[in-house]
């Protein structure tokens, strides 16, 4: 084989191993932040208060009610009255938690804008566009009413 050509299959399989090992690097980036943003969201609470402050309620990501809080003058309230402060407390509350998680991905998401997808690197590797659209496909399922 001839030297000229023996360089240029050397010079091309550098380029690529430095390819290859960026894409890596790439990988083993987004693989961080997607797992600390998967840590954030498992550990997402929000707090929301009734407008009177005699109801709190504590939802997590998915707006799913983790804790009532009622003050005593609440329990003296008319039981309807009540039902309808937990209730729209608690819709308030899920809706800023869907806030919050799309502020959350978006910022993920733009953080990835142009970087090489990485189910492209590793084979069922999860993509921030996966989970943006799980994301959305939950939200689009969700009416904003409160299971009780």
Known sequence: MERSHQEDLHSAGYGLRNQVDHLLDAYEQQQ?????????LETLRVPVSSPDRMVEVVVDAQGVLADVALTAAALRRPLDELGRSITETAQ???QSARQQVQTLLATVTSEFDGATALSDIVEHATDVGDIRTRTEAGDSADDGSVDT
Request: aromatic share 0%; no cysteine; proline share 0%.
């Open 92 to 94: 308030a509350a899920a």
């Open 32 to 40: 961080t932040r997607l797992d600390e943003v998967q840590r954030q």
